[in-house]
T-cell receptor
Framework: QKEVEQDPGPLSVPEGAIVSLNCTYSNSAFQYFMWYRQYSRKGPELLMYTYSSGNKEDGRFTAQVDKSSKYISLFIRDSQPSDSATYLCAGENAGNMLTFGGGTRLMVKP | NAGVTQTPKFQVLKTGQSMTLQCAQDMNHNSMYWYRQDPGMGLRLIYYSASEGTTDKGEVPNGYNVSRLNKREFSLRLESAAPSQTSVYFC??????????????FGPGTRLTVL
């Protein structure tokens, strides 16, 4: 079993929709969680990171961690075609290494 | 600022051939990383260098070697390429080794096919 799991998608939504992207993880040692966005044929870029449980908001993006159920979510409000990309979640333990999920491909249609 | 650059962008090798993937960063970062990305597998860490002069194994180091040539450059070498090493390779860097406080910046990737 992979330590971080994501539904590969693709997830197709109309422009303006609220998008929910999710990950589950199995490693209880993870303390920090990151979301990366990767456009086609590009390198990933950090979108957000959160520590432990709770919510973090940045503009249209909200990251949520529920450590009790080992569940990580990224919500995108008012989704735009420019949000079309693959979204990777990652967990970080005390070893300063990231474990990535396989990514979810999102398509926002105009 | 170029950020993180990688060469080559594409490469096709035959089984058993060797090659070196080059990576350079111009952000004066201390830490550098090599990942591979395979469909559905996410990014997996091959090797990393927390600072100039040090290298450590990641999750999937077998079949690879690395050299931290100086603070700017971190190369990945395949001594005897195998089809299982067909992948997209990403180099990344961060200011320090603490990924809790520092952003990791990725290069554009090298697409490698081993026949």
């Amino acid at each position: 079993q992979k330590e971080v799991e994501q539904d590969p998608g693709p997830l197709s939504v109309p422009e303006g929709a609220i998008v929910s992207l999710n990950c589950t993880y199995s490693n209880s040692a993870f303390q920090y969680f990151m979301w990366y966005r990767q456009y086609s044929r590009k390198g990933p870029e950090l979108l957000m990171y959160t520590y432990s449980s709770g919510n973090k908001e940045d503009g249209r993006f909200t990251a949520q961690v529920d450590k009790s159920s080992k569940y990580i979510s990224l919500f995108i409000r008012d989704s735009q075609p420019s949000d079309s990309a693959t979204y990777l979640c990652a967990g970080e333990n005390a070893g300063n290494m990231l474990t990535f999920g396989g990514g979810t491909r999102l398509m926002v249609k105009p | 600022n170029a950020g993180v650059t990688q060469t080559p962008k594409f490469q096709v090798l035959k089984t058993g051939q060797s090659m070196t993937l080059q990576c350079a960063q111009d952000m004066n970062h201390n830490s550098m990383y090599w990942y591979r990305q395979d469909p559905g597998m996410g990014l997996r860490l091959i090797y990393y260098s927390a600072s100039e002069g040090t290298t450590d194994k990641g999750e999937v180091p077998n079949g690879y070697n690395v050299s931290r040539l100086n603070k700017r450059e971190f190369s990945l070498r395949l001594e005897s390429a195998a089809p299982s090493q067909t992948s997209v390779y990403f180099c990344a860097s961060s200011a320090s080794g603490s990924l809790r406080t520092d952003t990791q910046y990725f290069g554009p990737g090298t697409r490698l096919t081993v026949l």
